[in-house]
């Protein structure tokens, strides 16, 4: 089982730069969600990805975007990085849209300075 | 609004003692509820949802509508079982589980 995969597993940033976060699914799933996880804090939901179309957005601004590929592995954007954007990213995949039980990547640790 | 409390950031107990870890939501339909861990150095993983009723690791836990209670519940702990555990609740509409703060257990020796 070779679980969902991310990449990079941490990444340093200054303020205003951009980031893309990359995820492989575990093979069979269609869906694939983002995740940030603030120190402290449970993890909060960014998107949700399925079959290339956007199912779900969280409470994030437009400096955030994602996509999906005809493989479902998926890509998180942060646009004009802030350095409140330094936290745990978690990617996870899922079956379908409606969420069956979440396999979690081991996360992106970005900081910006 | 949706949404998930989970009040103990950290609880301490021995081995062999029981364990409740508390969960409380806010919702207003028929909520899906969730527990995750995430044991030291691992990835986040699925423990149990309320709608299968099973028993996972020693661990349940009974959906409340009542109180809009999820606790989690195993009557002896384990050293094993020290980790992170989150509480989710699946709102359905918006496809996105909503996550507790998280509470950290510790099981001493």
């Known amino acids: 089982d070779a679980g969902v995969t991310q990449s990079p597993t941490h990444l340093i940033k200054t303020r205003g730069q951009h980031v893309t976060l990359r995820c492989s699914p575990i093979?069979?799933?269609?869906?694939v969600s983002w995740y940030q996880q603030v120190l402290g804090q449970g993890p909060q939901f960014i998107f949700q990805?399925?079959?290339?179309?956007?199912?779900g957005r969280g409470n994030f601004p437009d400096r955030f975007s994602a996509r999906q590929f005809p493989n479902y592995s998926s890509e998180l954007n942060v646009n004009a990085l802030l350095l409140g954007d330094s936290a745990l990213y978690l990617c996870?995949?899922?079956?379908?849209?409606?969420?069956?039980?979440?396999?979690f990547g081991n996360g992106t640790r970005l900081t910006v300075t | 609004a949706q949404r998930v409390t989970q009040p103990e950031k950290l609880l301490s107990v021995f081995k062999g003692a029981p364990v409740e870890l508390k969960c409380n939501y806010s919702?207003?339909?028929?909520?899906?509820l969730f527990w995750y861990v995430q044991y030291s150095r691992q990835r986040l993983q699925l423990l149990l949802r309320?709608?299968s009723r099973e028993s996972i690791k020693g661990f349940t836990a009974d959906l409340n509508k009542g109180e809009t209670s999820f606790h989690l519940k195993k009557p002896f702990a384990q050293e094993e079982d020290s980790a992170m555990y989150y509480c989710?609740?699946?709102?359905?509409?918006?496809?996105?589980?909503?996550f507790g703060t998280g509470t950290l257990l510790a099981v001493q020796p």
């Open positions: 990805y399925y079959e290339k179309e956007e199912r």
């Open positions: 309320h709608i």
């Open positions: 919702y207003s339909g028929s909520p899906e």
């Open positions: 989710a609740l699946y709102g359905g509409a918006t496809n996105k589980l909503i």
């Open positions: 996870a995949s899922s079956l379908d849209y409606r969420v069956s039980p979440l396999h």
């Open positions: 093979s069979g799933h269609k869906s």
